[in-house]
């Protein structure tokens, strides 16, 4: 049984289909990258994953639990899926360990020291624990990230979402971003990851998942992917890009 | 609880033109009050942007000063306290007087306030044109300033008209006193402040549909 | 009577106007926050209801709704203390203002946060509690002093239904000495000085809670 196990699933917004029959399975300490065109809808499958959107119909089974059923403890399986977004979404008015901490505190109920422990074996992890007592405002784009992913980490998650989580760095500091998800990466945590980022995407997958007007259109390694692909859409994708 | 509403309407009928025109001393004097406070923060917000450093301290000084303290107080110190320097004014042009400093303050804030949303560089363009101070002033930074400041200008307008309720406590009959004299004369105090509320907020909602039509007609695309 | 005696004796209300402007600011806040929860964890109904209350509440004169809770109450049975009506008029008519200030600075709070703790598992209300509220309190400041003061303003109509605060002491005064002008010079600087008080004390608390960052325009 895969960690993660999606059929059929659909999401429309009013007449207008975009999720059409996503398929597909995530094994624990696997890695998948979805690419697709823009608009095509990755950021909605993710998002309906978690339940930040309901979805119209199909199955998401997490660790064996039918998240969509009405009975899910949607909040509880939450806590299990760490979730980084393309803008960060550090809480301003809460210093960099706070940002950590909150969720440790208030939904793990962990003492507050406890909680600090763990925050800063993350926040180091990621190379930022020195920037402990910063608030977002004063951090780059390339250390937001890093404290988001952080936060990410500390609620021990079975699976960590990545929504675009470099495309809005400069190349820099998507670098060393992509360099720390590669080492989560080298350390079998189970990821799912959307991105443009050939570069990211290369060092990261173990296969890519291509989403094309809401269907899976083709699932395979990335180096069968990225270049001379017999599907044509998926050739000339890969061929701008390169 | 209740009250006896069919008695007062009783009262209130007797008493409606009397009524009728405190009505309208209200409505004259928010008016008043209103135009006064729009042209006087106009002209004090004028004399902020001053060259003059102790012409700036001075204007700076007075609108925190009526910023600062409360309008009734001013309102007492020229009704009691002129007198006695041998100056009687009608409660009237104390009224109109008072509010006049007040607002006029209030409003010159707004307008502060709006003009440091002003992008600098469009002041700079005009004067690179060759315009005057006193034209960019009139063509350049009051219009917009006072479309940005408009829906702070436009609650100073409710502001004025709920506040005129209170120069009844200086004897001039408006509204709010021909109410209370009802009160006292009928012994319905809860239904004759309830429908005097009621009044007031008919007046206030007036003004928020007015305001809600200009609003409409006056808005430049793109600009907030 | 010396102007030096006239402040002295003036002084006597400071506390009772200090007392009014904090009772009823405090009113205030709690109005505003159980408004603006409500608004933001409640449902549709609730907010269309909350939105009629408000408007209601600033369409209203201050001095007409304390005179209704003060002298009208008592005639239909119920009869309500100076404070508490202070409180019921002036504290609700500047919470409501203050419920708006709230609601302003609550749209500001970044969807990207709110979206962030969604999918963190926070309940609406830890979100709610831990994320947009110290945050909207935050951004809110600067209204919340302008209410403050304002509440300051309007509490000399405390003098009407007894409460012997400044302007009180004045009316005391000015039937005994006839030095109207001086008095009401003096109750104008003791308001001044308790604005440009507040002011000071908001900058002070304002210094130690700043975020680097946050809410700088
Ligand atoms: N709440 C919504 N209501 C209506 N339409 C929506 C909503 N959210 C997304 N869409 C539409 O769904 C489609 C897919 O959006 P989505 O954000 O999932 O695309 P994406 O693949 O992540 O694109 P990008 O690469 O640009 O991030 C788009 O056409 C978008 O306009
Ligand atoms: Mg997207």
């Given at each position: 049984?895969?960690?993660?196990?999606?059929?059929?699933?659909?999401?429309?917004?009013?007449?207008?289909?975009?999720?059409?029959?996503?398929?597909?399975?995530?094994?624990?300490?696997?890695?998948?990258?979805?690419?697709?065109?823009?608009?095509?809808?990755?950021?909605?499958?993710?998002?309906?994953?978690?339940?930040?959107?309901?979805?119209?119909?199909?199955?998401?089974?997490?660790?064996?639990?039918?998240?969509?059923?009405?009975?899910?403890?949607?909040?509880?399986?939450?806590?299990?899926?760490?979730?980084?977004?393309?803008?960060?979404?550090?809480?301003?008015?809460?210093?960099?360990?706070?940002?950590?901490?909150?969720?440790?505190?208030?939904?793990?109920?962990?003492?507050?020291?406890?909680?600090?422990?763990?925050?800063?074996?993350?926040?180091?992890?990621?190379?930022?624990?020195?920037?402990?007592?910063?608030?977002?405002?004063?951090?780059?784009?390339?250390?937001?990230?890093?404290?988001?992913?952080?936060?990410?980490?500390?609620?021990?998650?079975?699976?960590?979402?990545?929504?675009?989580?470099?495309?809005?760095?400069?190349?820099?500091?998507?670098?060393?971003?992509?360099?720390?998800?590669?080492?989560?990466?080298?350390?079998?945590?189970?990821?799912?990851?959307?991105?443009?980022?050939?570069?990211?995407?290369?060092?990261?997958?173990?296969?890519?998942?291509?989403?094309?007007?809401?269907?899976?259109?083709?699932?395979?390694?990335?180096?069968?992917?990225?270049?001379?692909?017999?599907?044509?859409?998926?050739?000339?994708?890969?061929?701008?890009?390169? | 609880?209740?009250?006896?509403?069919?008695?007062?309407?009783?009262?209130?009928?007797?008493?409606?033109?009397?009524?009728?025109?405190?009505?309208?001393?209200?409505?004259?004097?928010?008016?008043?009050?209103?135009?006064?406070?729009?042209?006087?923060?106009?002209?004090?917000?004028?004399?902020?942007?001053?060259?003059?450093?102790?012409?700036?301290?001075?204007?700076?000084?007075?609108?925190?000063?009526?910023?600062?303290?409360?309008?009734?107080?001013?309102?007492?110190?020229?009704?009691?306290?002129?007198?006695?320097?041998?100056?009687?004014?009608?409660?009237?042009?104390?009224?109109?007087?008072?509010?006049?400093?007040?607002?006029?303050?209030?409003?010159?804030?707004?307008?502060?306030?709006?003009?440091?949303?002003?992008?600098?560089?469009?002041?700079?363009?005009?004067?690179?044109?060759?315009?005057?101070?006193?034209?960019?002033?009139?063509?350049?930074?009051?219009?917009?300033?006072?479309?940005?400041?408009?829906?702070?200008?436009?609650?100073?307008?409710?502001?004025?008209?709920?506040?005129?309720?209170?120069?009844?406590?200086?004897?001039?009959?408006?509204?709010?006193?021909?109410?209370?004299?009802?009160?006292?004369?009928?012994?319905?105090?809860?239904?004759?402040?309830?429908?005097?509320?009621?009044?007031?907020?008919?007046?206030?909602?007036?003004?928020?549909?007015?305001?809600?039509?200009?609003?409409?007609?006056?808005?430049?695309?793109?600009?907030? | 009577?010396?102007?030096?005696?006239?402040?002295?004796?003036?002084?006597?209300?400071?506390?009772?106007?200090?007392?009014?402007?904090?009772?009823?600011?405090?009113?205030?806040?709690?109005?505003?926050?159980?408004?603006?929860a409500a608004r933001r964890l409640g449902g549709k109904a609730a907010g269309n209801a909350l939105d009629a209350l408000v408007y209601v509440l600033r369409g209203?004169?201050?001095?007409?709704?304390?005179?209704?809770?003060?002298?009208?109450l008592p005639a239909l049975g119920l009869d309500i203390p100076p404070l508490a009506a202070m409180m019921l008029s002036l504290g609700a008519v500047s919470g409501?203002?203050?419920?708006?200030?709230?609601?302003?600075?609550?749209?500001?709070?970044?969807?990207?946060?709110?979206?962030?703790?969604?999918?963190?598992?926070?309940?609406?209300?830890?979100?709610?509690?831990?994320?947009?509220?110290?945050?909207?309190?935050r951004l809110s400041v600067p209204g919340m002093v302008n209410e403050l003061t304002s509440v300051m303003k309007y509490s000399p109509f405390a003098y009407t239904?007894?409460?012997?605060?400044?302007?009180?002491?004045?009316?005391?005064?000015?039937?005994?000495?006839?030095?109207?002008?001086?008095?009401?010079?003096?109750?104008?600087?003791?308001?001044?000085?308790?604005?440009?008080?507040?002011?000071?004390?908001?900058?002070?608390?304002?210094?130690?809670?700043?975020?680097?960052?946050?809410?700088?325009?």
């Amino acid at each position: 049984m895969a960690l993660l196990e999606v059929r059929n699933l659909v999401k429309t917004f009013g007449t207008k289909t975009v999720l059409d029959g996503v398929t597909f399975d995530l094994e624990e300490g696997q890695t998948k990258v979805i690419m697709g065109p823009s608009g095509c809808g990755k950021s909605t499958l993710l998002r309906c994953l978690n339940r930040l959107e309901e979805p119209t119909s199909g199955s998401v089974r997490f660790d064996g639990k039918e998240m969509t059923a009405p009975t899910a403890d949607v909040r509880a399986l939450r806590q299990l899926i760490g979730f980084v977004f393309q803008n960060f979404a550090l809480y301003r008015h809460l210093t960099v360990l706070d940002n950590v901490t909150l969720a440790l505190r208030q939904l793990k109920k962990m003492p507050a020291a406890l909680a600090e422990e763990r925050a800063l074996h993350e926040l180091a992890r990621m190379d930022m624990a020195e920037k402990r007592d910063a608030y977002p405002a004063s951090l780059s784009g390339g250390q937001s990230q890093r404290v988001a992913i952080a936060r990410a980490l500390a609620m021990e998650p079975r699976v960590l979402f990545f929504d675009e989580p470099t495309s809005a760095l400069d190349p820099v500091m998507a670098r060393e971003v992509v360099t720390l998800i590669n080492r989560l990466y080298l350390e079998n945590v189970t990821i799912l990851c959307v991105t443009h980022d050939l570069y990211l995407a290369q060092y990261i997958s173990d296969s890519i998942i291509f989403l094309d007007q809401g269907k899976v259109r083709a699932e395979d390694k990335a180096e069968n992917l990225l270049s001379g692909h017999a599907d044509p859409v998926i050739a000339s994708f890969f061929g701008r890009k390169s | 609880m209740g009250g006896n509403f069919p008695a007062l309407l009783v009262q209130l009928q007797a008493d409606l033109p009397s009524l009728i025109s405190a009505l309208g001393e209200t409505v004259l004097l928010s008016v008043i009050i209103t135009i006064n406070g729009l042209i006087g923060g106009l002209l004090v917000f004028y004399l902020t942007l001053s060259n003059s450093g102790v012409v700036r301290k001075i204007i700076n000084g007075y609108i925190s000063i009526f910023i600062g303290t409360p309008l009734i107080v001013f309102l007492f110190l020229l009704y009691y306290g002129l007198p006695t320097i041998g100056i009687r004014l009608s409660p009237f042009v104390i009224a109109v007087f008072g509010f006049f400093l007040n607002v006029s303050a209030y409003n010159a804030r707004f307008l502060v306030t709006a003009y440091k949303g002003l992008l600098p560089t469009e002041l700079e363009a005009a004067k690179a044109q060759g315009f005057s101070r006193g034209q960019i002033f009139r063509l350049v930074t009051a219009p917009q300033v006072l479309r940005l400041a408009a829906p702070a200008l436009a609650s100073q307008a409710i502001q004025n008209t709920k506040d005129s309720s209170i120069v009844f406590l200086i004897q001039y009959t408006e509204f709010f006193a021909g109410m209370q004299e009802i009160a006292m004369r009928s012994f319905l105090f809860f239904e004759t402040y309830f429908v005097t509320a009621l009044v007031y907020l008919l007046l206030v909602s007036v003004i928020v549909l007015a305001m809600r039509r200009l609003e409409r007609r006056f808005t430049i695309p793109g600009l907030s | 009577m010396s102007f030096a005696q006239i402040l002295q004796s003036l002084v006597a209300g400071l506390g009772y106007t200090v007392l009014v402007t904090l009772l009823c600011a405090a009113t205030a806040l709690v109005v505003a926050l159980a408004i603006i929860a409500a608004r933001r964890l409640g449902g549709k109904a609730a907010g269309n209801a909350l939105d009629a209350l408000v408007y209601v509440l600033r369409g209203i004169p201050v001095l007409v709704l304390l005179f209704m809770v003060f002298f009208g109450l008592p005639a239909l049975g119920l009869d309500i203390p100076p404070l508490a009506a202070m409180m019921l008029s002036l504290g609700a008519v500047s919470g409501a203002y203050l419920s708006e200030i709230f609601r302003g600075s609550l749209q500001a709070v970044s969807q990207a946060e709110i979206l962030a703790a969604q999918a963190s598992g926070f309940t609406p209300f830890q979100s709610f509690r831990l994320i947009e509220l110290p945050q909207m309190i935050r951004l809110s400041v600067p209204g919340m002093v302008n209410e403050l003061t304002s509440v300051m303003k309007y509490s000399p109509f405390a003098y009407t239904v007894g409460i012997p605060e400044i302007t009180k002491q004045a009316m005391a005064l000015t039937s005994t000495t006839m030095q109207s002008l001086q008095i009401y010079t003096a109750v104008g600087l003791l308001y001044f000085g308790l604005y440009r008080a507040i002011l000071l004390a908001v900058a002070y608390v304002e210094r130690h809670f700043a975020i680097p960052g946050f809410a700088e325009e």
